[in-house]
């Protein structure tokens, strides 16, 4: 017997998917009510072409058994919230925290399906729309060098010489200094490698915009691992947005208002210190045993062979 005929022999016979309970809707959602707990993540992933299904989990289930609760097609604030009004209201009321990214979908499925819960913008995703306001600058730095260097190459075709690019003192031309600086500014200082220190050095005496944009992300992560009170996170997040204004980055401005619109879920972090971490190890977990797979060609078979697993 081939692997593949073994394989439809389980799947129609020995795995019991067909006398599954949620086979009728699992294209649409499954959902595992008693799975519920005072502290949930929600978060989205990809199944298939892209696909996208919610997924909210249990964090007391630390991603075993149990830490399923339901996951739903789409991202939809109706569709998801029909499935998840089919859990009695006593239920969910009990829910204390939920955290999410500033999806605004996400919000107003946290907020009407457990209207108890305190709604909690993961670090993460803030963080990294500052590391992103970096790497933009970064790349508009890099895209005048290119420019820079083209021009150069014409004028020299134009004379009859043999271009040579200039090259900085540790051997990085202007443009390659700029692409090789990616990692080291998502990194803080502490973390560089000797050579990334002397590449630094020379990004941000050629460009100190770069540096005040980086310093400026730091400070926004020290924030977060530094401060213990909710009171004192409010404090030092408007100083912080004081300096972004005055900065001028168009990059980061947008970064400020974004903030600015999730104030008040931002500063729930400072309560408990919650993160959707739970919730991006999940997605991970999902994604390797897609890859274990090989691919999702039947997404309700895929579906019953992950709650069994984790629901």
């Not at 043999?162 to 540790?170: I, S, Y």
């Not at 001028?248 to 309560?271: K, P």
Request: charged share 30%; aromatic share 10%.
């Amino acid at each position: 017997m081939s692997g593949k005929q073994l394989e439809e022999q389980y799947r129609m016979h020995l795995s019991g998917f067909h006398d599954w309970g949620q086979l009728k809707h699992a294209s649409d959602w499954i959902l595992f009510e008693d799975n519920l707990g005072e502290y949930l993540s929600i978060d989205e992933t990809s199944l298939s072409h892209g696909e996208l299904y919610t997924v909210l989990t249990n964090k007391s289930g630390k991603g075993k058994k149990g830490a399923l609760v339901g996951m739903f097609k789409g991202t939809g604030y109706e569709t998801v919230k029909e499935a998840v009004m089919r859990i009695p209201a006593a239920k969910r009321l009990k829910v204390k925290e939920v955290t999410l990214d500033m999806a605004a979908n996400m919000e107003k499925i946290v907020r009407v399906c457990f209207p108890k819960a305190t709604r909690v913008t993961d670090r993460f995703h803030v963080q990294q729309l500052a590391g992103e306001a970096v790497q933009e600058m970064r790349i508009a730095f890099r895209w005048k060098a290119i420019e820079q260097e083209n021009k150069e190459i014409e004028l020299s075709r134009e004379l009859g010489k043999t271009f040579r690019p200039h090259v900085l003192e540790n051997g990085d031309t202007p443009k390659q200094l700029l692409a090789r600086s990616r990692y080291l500014l998502f990194k803080s200082r502490d973390k560089w490698t000797p050579s990334q220190h002397h590449r630094a050095e020379i990004l941000f005496h050629r460009h100190p915009d770069l540096e005040k944009a980086y310093n400026l992300s730091r400070e926004l992560s020290h924030i977060y691992t530094r401060t213990k009170e909710k009171g004192v996170g409010f404090t030092r997040l408007a100083k912080w947005y004081d300096k972004v204004e005055k900065a001028g980055f168009d990059s980061f401005n947008a970064v400020s208002r974004t903030i600015q619109n999730h104030y008040s879920t931002i500063l729930n972090y400072f309560d408990n210190r919650s993160t959707n971490a739970s919730a991006e190890a999940f997605n991970a977990k999902i994604k390797a045993f897609r890859r274990q797979l090989r691919g999702v060609n039947n997404i309700p078979y895929f579906l019953f062979r992950l709650s069994n697993i984790y629901a």
